[in-house]
């Protein structure tokens, strides 16, 4: 069976080994030394993690991740590489369901915030398993969108989500939807088609969890 999490693990880590820790990333404000703190602190630090999700915890959260970013990038990352066995999120039972999105996700966030960047070419069975999660994130992510939508994988499937109202289709592979549903559509490689005033809502809107 593929194991996506480790793949994409190990090509970030050797990704932002190769840039440095002041690689800019995807995610607005944080470089790469940035990216393998959160990194960490999801895997390594529950008691901090939590700030993930719960609005309270969030101070505390960007706290240990700042702390964790102030120590040498190389250690970082190599413990981005080789993550805890103990660790809920990254044993062997839990890894590829845990990671195989996330890592796959920020892979994207540090290639795609380089000039010149380009879609990598999959495996059909990666673009499989992700169109399974991109199927998931867009019943959530969509759920409360004022529109009628139709998510689209050519031979990969489709899911309809939305609130009602004016049809929109969102057309794309696997992966570009992946990245499209977690909040980065202005570098998903999708497309929209439907209304433009709807459409233009769609890609401004803060997706993802």
């Known amino acids: ?16 080994l190769e840039l440095g820790p002041d690689a800019p990333t995807v995610n607005e404000g944080w470089t790469t030394r940035d990216l393998a703190a959160h990194l960490l602190v ?6 901090a993690a939590g700030g993930m999700l719960l ?4 101070g505390y959260g960007e706290a240990v991740r700042r702390r964790l970013a102030a120590g040498p990038y190389a250690e970082l990352v190599e413990r981005v590489r080789r993550p805890p066995r103990w660790s809920p ?50 019943r959530v992510a969509l759920r409360r969108f004022p529109a009628d939508l139709l998510i689209q994988a050519p031979g990969y499937g489709e899911r309809a989500v ?23 559509q ?3 490689r999708v497309q929209v088609d439907g209304p433009a ?4 809502r769609l890609r401004a809107a803060s997706l993802g969890f």
């Open 42 to 47: 999801r895997e390594r630090r529950p008691d």
């Open 89 to 138: 999120l990254s044993n062997p039972l839990t890894d590829e369901l845990a990671n195989s999105l996330e890592f796959f996700i920020h892979h994207e966030d540090v290639r795609r915030a380089r000039p010149g960047w380009l879609p990598r070419d999959l495996p059909a069975r990666q673009h499989a398993a992700l169109w399974k999660r991109a199927s998931v994130l867009a």
């Open 162 to 184: 939305g609130r009602g109202g004016e049809r929109l289709r969102v057309v794309g592979a696997p992966g570009e939807l992946v990245l499209f549903l977690s909040g980065r």
């Open 1 to 16: 069976m593929p194991r996506y999490a480790r793949t994409e693990r190990e090509a970030l880590a050797d990704l932002m």
């Open 55 to 58: 609005p309270p915890l969030r």
């Open 186 to 188: 202005r570098v998903a």
């Open 197 to 200: 005033a709807p459409a233009e």
